[in-house]
C-alpha cells in the first residue's frame, strides 16, 4: 500500500484531464502563485508523518482568505472532487495523504495569533499557527498552552483539532479537546460553520467533542480559540531507574492508585534511552531496563510535597535508582530526551513507523513484553516511549521501506501491536488518529454496526463523502476480507478478539 501502482494510459489521461478541469477551476477564485499541480511542486505534499504511504494529489491548493478557502470548496463541491485539508503535515497516521484524483487544501498561509486574553485566559489563533507559537506568544502574560505533542515545534493547531492531540502533560492537563472552547471552519460544500463557543458550555449536543478528533471528515478548521493556563511557579522532574520492565510498569500503576496525578508521566525502554542517549545526552540510566520520568509542577511547596509522595512510592515500587531535577536546566535536559525520541529513532533506522495504540495502565508491562516477542516473530527492531500515565504506547518499528518484504513485515508487527492492545482492553488508537494505517485494526474493535454509525455522523457533514475520503472508517467490504483473512489462519491470532 506504499506506492501507487503504475497506471495505465486510460487513468494518465483521466487524470490529466480532471487535473485540467480543477485548474480551471480554482483558477478563477485563487491567485496563480496559491495553485499548484505541476509534479515537482506537487510531490512534497504527497504524505504526512508516515511516510511509507504515497500519493500525490491532482492539485495543491494554498488559500490565503477564509473567503479563499471557501471558493475552493464550493468550487470542488460542485465537480464532485474530493478535498484533504492539510497542515505541517507531521500526522503520523495518513490522515493527510492526498487522495490521487482530489485536491489538497493547505491551511499553512493561515499562521496568525488573532489575539490573546490574559483576562479570560483564552487565545484566539487560524488554524496554521504552530502549537508551541501559541505558548510562545502567550508567555508575556505568564501563561501557555497545555497541550505539548513532540512535534510542537512545527505541528499546526488545526492538525492538532484533527486529531486531538495530546504529548507528555496531558495527564495532568489533558488533550486537545480539554483545552480547546471554539472552532470556526466550513463544511465541504463551503458552507461556515462554528463548534462551541467562549462559555463553558452551549446548548444542544456537544458536536465540538465530535469534531476534535474527526480527521478532517466533518469540516475544515480556519480559526481555533483555547484555553491558556497560567504557568506554574516551579516543575521538578524525577528519573525513576527500573532493573525490569514490569516493576516500571507495575509502578505507573502504584503513582495513580496513591492518588498522584503527576504533570507528566512518561516511560522509555532500554534499547530506546540507549537511542536518544546517544542523541541527545540527556543524562539517562542506560543500565536501567526501563526508566520512568514523573514530574510535579504547582507552588514551590506542592512540588516539594508531590515529589517526596512519588519518591517513595517508585522506591516502594522496585526503583533501583532515583534522580530528581536540581534545576529547570535539569528538568529540560531530562524532557528533552523524550521529546527527542521520534528524531533519535530516525537515526536508528532508514524508516520507523509509530504505533499508536492506548491499554490500561495495568497492563503496561505485558504489552512490553509482547512486543519483545514480536521483535523475534517479524525480524525487525523496535523501540518504546509511552504516555505511560494515561496507557498510550508510542512503539517504533525500525525498517527499511525500499525492503518490500521488509515493509510488508512491518506493517504486519504493527497490525499485531494494535490488536494485541484490543484484546488487552485497550484500543487501536490513542492521539495519532486512525488516518489510513489503521483501517484494517478498526475492524477488529469495532463491529459493522458501529462502523456504520460512524459513518451516519460523517454523512450527516459530507453527503457526497468527498471530504478526506477513504480514511477512518473502514468499509463493510474491507472489513469482510480482513476477517477472512484472521479466520483463515491469516496473520495474528488472539483468542480474545471478535471473529467475523
Not at 31 to 39: I, N, V
Not at 87 to 99: D, F, K, Q
Not at 326 to 350: D, I
Request: proline share 6%; net charge negative; aromatic share 6%.
Amino acid at each position: 500500500m506504499n506506492a501507487p501502482a503504475t497506471p495505465t494510459q486510460a487513468e494518465s489521461l483521466q487524470r490529466a484531464e480532471r487535473q485540467a478541469q480543477i485548474v480551471r477551476a480554482l483558477s478563477a477564485v485563487l491567485p496563480a502563485h496559491a495553485l499548484l499541480w505541476q509534479a515537482e511542486d506537487t510531490t512534497p505534499y504527497e504524505c504526512d508523518g508516515l511516510t511509507a504511504y504515497r500519493q500525490r494529489p491532482l492539485v495543491v491548493a494554498l488559500p490565503e482568505t477564509e473567503a479563499q478557502v471557501q471558493a475552493v470548496l464550493k468550487a470542488c463541491h460542485a465537480l464532485g472532487v474530493p478535498v484533504v485539508a492539510r497542515g505541517a503535515g507531521t500526522g503520523l497516521s495518513g490522515g493527510a495523504m492526498p487522495h490521487a484524483m482530489g485536491v489538497t487544501l493547505s491551511l499553512a498561509k493561515f499562521n496568525q495569533i488573532l489575539k490573546i486574553d490574559p483576562v479570560s485566559r483564552t487565545a484566539v489563533v487560524q488554524a496554521g499557527v504552530r502549537n508551541l507559537a501559541i505558548s510562545e506568544a502567550a508567555a508575556p502574560y505568564g501563561m501557555y498552552y497545555a497541550p505539548d505533542p513532540s512535534s510542537q515545534i512545527a505541528c499546526t493547531i488545526g492538525g492538532n483539532v484533527a486529531e486531538n492531540s495530546g504529548g507528555v502533560h496531558c495527564l495532568k492537563y489533558g488533550l486537545t479537546v480539554h483545552n480547546v472552547l471554539k472552532v470556526r471552519g466550513y463544511t465541504v460544500a463551503g458552507e461556515p460553520i462554528e463548534f462551541g463557543s467562549e462559555a463553558l458550555d452551549v446548548p444542544g449536543y456537544d458536536l465540538l467533542s465530535v469534531f476534535i478528533g474527526s480527521e478532517g471528515m466533518l469540516a475544515v478548521t480556519v480559526e481555533v480559540t483555547v484555553k491558556l493556563v497560567p504557568k506554574p511557579q516551579l516543575a521538578r522532574c524525577i528519573m525513576a531507574s527500573f532493573d525490569d520492565v514490569r516493576k516500571a510498569g507495575d509502578a505507573v500503576a502504584a503513582v495513580i492508585a496513591a492518588g498522584i496525578i503527576p504533570a507528566g508521566l512518561e516511560m522509555m525502554d532500554q534499547p530506546m534511552t540507549a537511542a536518544v542517549e546517544d542523541f541527545v545526552h540527556a543524562g539517562y540510566d542506560l543500565n536501567a531496563a526501563a526508566i520512568l520520568l514523573c514530574e510535579s509542577d504547582g507552588t514551590p511547596e506542592e512540588v516539594e510535597e508531590e515529589i517526596g509522595r512519588m519518591s517513595e512510592v517508585l522506591r516502594k515500587a522496585g526503583a533501583t535508582a532515583i534522580a530528581v531535577s536540581k534545576n529547570e536546566a535539569e528538568r529540560l535536559r531530562y524532557w528533552s530526551g523524550r521529546k527527542n525520541a521520534f528524531p533519535a529513532s530516525g537515526r536508528m533506522a532508514p524508516d520507523y513507523m509509530c504505533m499508536d495504540s492506548t491499554i490500561p495502565r495495568k497492563r503496561l508491562a505485558d504489552i512490553l513484553l509482547a512486543i519483545q516477542e514480536m521483535e523475534g516473530k517479524y525480524g525487525l527492531k523496535c523501540l518504546n516511549v509511552f504516555h505511560a500515565g494515561d496507557g498510550n504506547l508510542h512503539p517504533l518499528i525500525l525498517f527499511d521501506a525500499n525492503d518490500k518484504d521488509q515493509l510488508h513485515r512491518c506493517e504486519l508487527f504493527g497490525a499485531d501491536i494494535l490488536e494485541t492492545s484490543v484484546a488487552m482492553g485497550g484500543t487501536v488508537t490513542g492521539e495519532h488518529g486512525v488516518g489510513v494505517e489503521k483501517l484494517n485494526s478498526m475492524c477488529v474493535q469495532f463491529s459493522a454496526e458501529e462502523n456504520a454509525q460512524m459513518l451516519g455522523v460523517k454523512r450527516a457533514f459530507d453527503p457526497q463523502g468527498t471530504l478526506n475520503p477513504g480514511k477512518v472508517i473502514p468499509t463493510h467490504n474491507r472489513c469482510a476480507e480482513y476477517g477472512k483473512m484472521l479466520v483463515r489462519g491469516g496473520k495474528i491470532s488472539h483468542p480474545d478478539l471478535p471473529r467475523f
